[in-house]
């Protein structure tokens, strides 16, 4: 056993404005799994969480409810927390960014900033709503794209053609509050001075702790350090504005009367808060598990989407407020069905409230997404079909039948009680993998453990056929070998349920109790029960899942869609304003062929091309990711681009030769075809 280690987890906070759905459950099932690996190990491991409930979309919603804010957000908690629950998720505090402890971190940490010269205040200017008398957030003005003049985009970035820019950019903007067209107000707001913390964060990024245990622990993944170094080598950090203007729910600022803390400031400052209100409640000394030179360890479990505020805001907070930065972030993918992106109209935007109410075993999903995760940042596909079969291939089929197989012949033949299996030749090759199957827990290598342990599961099922008890229970003179043999095939499950214990923490508890045996920890999987312990009647552990489980569930889901409701109200965009001849002549269209198209790394939104205009072959990015999900399909596909639209840098992703041109409405867009006989190169006019 290793030297025990101090470890600290959290998962990200789930925002106060919405449902738990399976997208959330990979992350916590994720964080669950190592979790209770860790506490299996002996280690001192705590694992704390809260609900995000601070910003404008709480405030305005709990306003539509006819609540207060204070109101709605202890119910969503409540439902939150049910949610989390079904799903075996044992956190050991789930708290609330709205709590006393948050609002005193939040203030102490803003203060040790500030006497660290890394706030000061500026005066802005930021659209503000007439109509609601408030200052609107990115998200809460729309209008028309200054670069594509696609209608209807957000105003941080446009979701048709990927561009970033400032609200106060957009064409014709309106509150997507009340539909007023806002105005410009100054106002006078906080920043924290990022941009001055470049070159910590570039030692931090790339950086590694020691552990207590003698290993490196790299504070990033190898893909979460290339992206922030895409962002740090050119110096590209702005200051984070980390104010906003009243009204707003939220903790007001320290000796600034109608200025509130952004939610970003405080959310993750909301981890220390739940696990200050742990430490109150149980005797744990708080302060030696932040101070900076603290031996402890602290994780966190994250959304590759919000990798840039928990891999360089957060760390340069907690170094510049003279606090220890995290010992390691871990970032992973977004969850797909069947291939795709969850769909409310196919029935496969899952909430996690439907799949426990239709009754299916939630250990199920646990397992299928353990057998599906590595430390890699990579997107995770929910197939339907496939789940059922692997549950019921590996969990019952293979595991749960070795109980199944052997239970009643001890409980029949020989009054529950096992015999000495000390000379077993089986059970030292299930024991001998321990600390491998430990090692890829660790390294949150899932799927390779449970290959690992269900590889174990067949070298098992093949002693059972090599050594058929129910034959040998039919034999004369068997009755040694039977109970010998049904011996060995109970500690072998035993051991397989060490080994499964963190993924399936409800059904080892009911296997312990069959084995009538403690609850189980990692050790357990280096011993054997000894000759005479008596076992209890054995109760079926796990089901099979049926097709028609799956199907209610994908029908309870199913929602029919409407298109929202947008300011305007006519069936088809009005007709822009005349153009002249001319003007239609200074836009160059040609024909050109896909050659490659592929998904943006790090952009839901973007496809990247690589296209023939017969004279030579460009890269263009387009925002059409969400309308093609499979955007294999596309190559060879002959499609129409304006050949002489400036070059423009996509972000962080490259540069954009041209524009591909698509028609827009019902919220899709739709690639520009040509008859066949078009060549690449041919002039469109």
Same mark, same amino acid.
């Given at each position: 056993?290793?030297?025990?280690r101090?470890?600290?987890?959290?998962?990200?906070?789930?925002?106060a404005?919405?449902?738990?759905h399976?997208?959330?459950?990979?992350?916590?099932?994720?964080?669950?799994?190592?979790?209770r690996?860790?506490?299996a190990?002996?280690?001192?491991?705590?694992?704390v969480?809260a609900?995000?409930?601070?910003?404008t979309p709480?405030?305005?919603?709990?306003?539509k409810?006819?609540v207060?804010?204070?109101?709605m957000?202890?119910?969503?908690?409540?439902?939150?927390?049910?949610?989390?629950t079904?799903?075996?998720?044992?956190?050991?505090?789930?708290?609330?960014?709205?709590?006393?402890?948050?609002?005193?971190?939040s203030?102490?940490?803003?203060?040790?900033?500030?006497a660290?010269?890394?706030?000061?205040?500026?005066?802005?200017?930021?659209?503000?709503d007439?109509?609601?008398?408030?200052f609107?957030?990115?998200?809460?003005?729309?209008?028309?794209?200054?670069?594509?003049?696609?209608?209807?985009?957000?105003?941080?970035?446009?979701?048709?053609?990927?561009?970033?820019?400032?609200?106060?950019?957009l064409?014709?903007?309106?509150?997507?509050?009340?539909?007023a067209t806002?105005?410009?107000?100054?106002?006078?707001h906080?920043?924290?001075?990022?941009?001055?913390?470049?070159?910590?964060?570039?030692?931090?990024?790339?950086g590694n702790?020691?552990?207590?245990?003698?290993?490196?622990?790299?504070?990033?993944?190898?893909?979460?350090?290339?992206?922030?170094?895409?962002?740090?080598?050119?110096?590209?950090?702005?200051?984070?504005?980390?104010?906003?203007?009243?009204?707003?729910?939220?903790?007001?600022?320290p000796?600034?009367?109608?200025?509130y803390f952004?939610?970003?400031?405080?959310?993750?400052?909301g981890?220390?808060?739940?696990?200050?209100?742990l430490?109150?409640?149980?005797?744990?000394?708080?302060?030696?598990?932040?101070?900076?030179?603290?031996d402890?360890?602290m994780?966190?479990?994250?959304?590759?989407?919000?990798?840039?505020?928990?891999?360089?805001?957060?760390?340069?907070t907690l170094?510049?407020?003279?606090? @220890?930065?995290?010992?390691?972030?871990?970032?992973?993918?977004?969850?797909?069905?069947?291939?795709?992106?969850m769909?409310?109209?196919?029935?496969?935007?899952?909430t996690?409230?439907?799949?426990?109410?239709?009754r299916l075993n939630?250990?199920?999903?646990r397992?299928?997404?353990?057998?599906?995760?590595n430390?890699?940042?990579?997107?995770?596909?929910?197939?339907?079909?496939?789940f059922?079969?692997?549950?019921?291939s590996?969990?019952?089929?293979?595991?749960?039948?070795?109980?199944?197989?052997?239970?009643?012949?001890?409980?029949?033949?020989?009054?529950?009680?096992?015999?000495?299996?000390?000379?077993?030749?089986?059970?030292?090759?299930?024991?001998?993998?321990?600390?491998?199957?430990?090692?890829?827990?660790?390294a949150?290598e899932?799927?390779?453990a449970?290959?690992?342990?269900?590889?174990?599961?067949d070298?098992?099922n093949?002693?059972?056929?090599?050594?058929?008890?129910?034959e040998?229970?039919?034999?004369?003179?068997?009755?040694?070998?039977?109970?010998?043999?049904?011996?060995?095939?109970?500690?072998a499950?035993?051991?397989?349920?060490?080994?499964?214990?963190?993924?399936?923490?409800?059904?080892?508890?009911?296997?312990?109790?069959?084995?009538?045996?403690?609850?189980?920890?990692?050790?357990d999987?280096?011993?054997?029960?000894?000759?005479?312990h008596?076992?209890?009647?054995?109760?079926?552990l796990?089901?099979?899942?049926?097709?028609?489980?799956?199907?209610?569930l994908?029908?309870?889901? @199913?929602?029919?869609?409407?298109?929202?409701?947008t300011?305007?109200?006519a069936?088809?965009?009005?007709?822009?304003?005349?153009a002249s001849?001319?003007d239609?002549?200074?836009?160059?269209?040609?024909?050109?062929?896909?050659?490659?198209?592929?998904?943006v790394?790090?952009?839901s939104?973007l496809?990247?091309?690589?296209?023939?205009?017969?004279?030579?072959?460009?890269?263009?990015?387009?925002?059409?990711?969400?309308?093609?999900?499979?955007p294999?399909?596309?190559?060879?596909?002959?499609v129409?681009?304006?050949?002489?639209?400036?070059?423009?840098?996509?972000?962080?992703?490259?540069?954009?030769?041209?524009?591909i041109?698509?028609a827009?409405?019902n919220?899709?867009?739709?690639?520009?075809?040509?008859d066949?006989?078009?060549?690449?190169?041919?002039?469109?006019?």
């Open positions: 056993m290793t030297q025990q101090k470890i600290l987890v959290t998962s990200a906070l789930p925002y404005n919405g449902n738990i399976l997208g959330h459950m990979v992350e916590h099932i994720q964080t669950d799994i190592w979790v690996f860790q506490k190990r002996g280690h001192e491991c705590y694992y969480c609900d995000d409930t601070h910003g709480v405030m305005l919603a709990a306003q409810q006819g207060t804010p204070e109101e957000i202890t119910r969503v908690r409540q439902d939150h927390l049910a949610d989390f079904g799903f075996g998720i044992g956190y050991d505090n789930y708290y609330s960014t709205h709590s006393p402890e948050n609002e005193a971190l203030r102490s940490i803003y203060l040790a900033l500030k660290n010269g890394k706030i000061e205040s500026r005066t802005i200017e930021q659209l503000f007439p109509e609601k008398n408030l609107l957030p990115d998200r809460f003005v729309k209008g028309e794209c200054p670069k594509c003049h696609a209608q209807d985009q957000y105003g941080d970035n446009c979701e048709a053609c990927g561009t970033t820019y400032s609200p106060t950019e064409i014709n903007p309106y509150s997507a509050i009340s539909g806002p105005v410009l107000k100054e106002s006078e906080f920043f924290f001075k990022l941009g001055e913390c470049a070159d910590y964060l570039k030692q931090w990024t790339a702790t020691q552990l207590a245990d003698g290993r490196q622990q790299p504070h990033l993944q190898a893909e979460a350090l290339n992206k922030m170094n895409e962002w740090l080598q050119d110096d590209n950090l702005s200051d984070w504005d980390i104010s906003r203007d009243a009204p707003y729910f939220g903790f007001e600022i000796d600034a009367p109608g200025k952004y939610v970003w400031l405080d959310a993750p400052i981890y220390m808060a739940s696990f200050k209100n430490c109150e409640r149980s005797g744990v000394d708080f302060d030696q598990w932040f101070r900076a030179d603290t402890t360890e994780y966190h479990f994250i959304g590759k989407d919000i990798l840039y505020f928990h891999a360089l805001f957060w760390p340069a170094q510049y407020a003279n606090l @220890r930065a995290p010992t390691g972030v871990f970032a992973h993918g977004f969850l797909t069905v069947d291939g795709q992106k769909s409310k109209s196919r029935g496969t935007f899952i996690a409230r439907s799949y426990l109410e239709q939630p250990e199920w999903l397992y299928y997404f353990a057998a599906k995760l430390s890699k940042i990579e997107d995770l596909d929910l197939n339907l079909n496939d059922i079969a692997r549950v019921n590996d969990l019952v089929g293979k595991y749960v039948n070795i109980a199944a197989r052997a239970a009643g012949f001890i409980s029949k033949r020989f009054q529950g009680k096992l015999t000495d299996v000390s000379t077993s030749k089986l059970l030292p090759q299930l024991q001998a993998q321990s600390e491998t199957i430990a090692a890829c827990f660790e949150r899932y799927a390779r449970l290959r690992e342990i269900m590889a174990l599961a070298v098992v093949e002693y059972v056929d090599a050594n058929k008890p129910w040998l229970a039919r034999q004369e003179g068997q009755e040694v070998r039977l109970q010998q043999v049904c011996s060995e095939l109970i500690n499950f035993r051991i397989l349920t060490v080994y499964l214990s963190p993924v399936l923490p409800q059904l080892a508890t009911e296997a312990a109790a069959f084995l009538n045996v403690a609850p189980l920890s990692w050790i999987s280096t011993s054997l029960l000894p000759a005479g008596s076992i209890n009647v054995y109760q079926h796990m089901q099979r899942v049926e097709q028609k489980q799956i199907d209610d994908v029908a309870a889901n @199913r929602q029919n869609i409407q298109p929202a409701p300011v305007a109200t069936a088809y965009e009005a007709v822009a304003a005349t001849f001319d239609f002549m200074k836009i160059d269209m040609r024909v050109a062929k896909v050659l490659a198209c592929e998904k790394e790090g952009s939104k496809l990247k091309f690589q296209v023939d205009l017969g004279f030579e072959q460009r890269t263009i990015f387009s925002g059409i990711a969400a309308s093609y999900p499979e294999e399909k596309l190559v060879g596909r002959m129409i681009v304006v050949a002489n639209f400036a070059p423009r840098k996509m972000a962080k992703f490259g540069m954009s030769e041209g524009m041109t698509s827009a409405g919220g899709k867009l739709f690639l520009l075809d040509v066949s006989g078009a060549e690449p190169g041919m002039k469109v006019g």
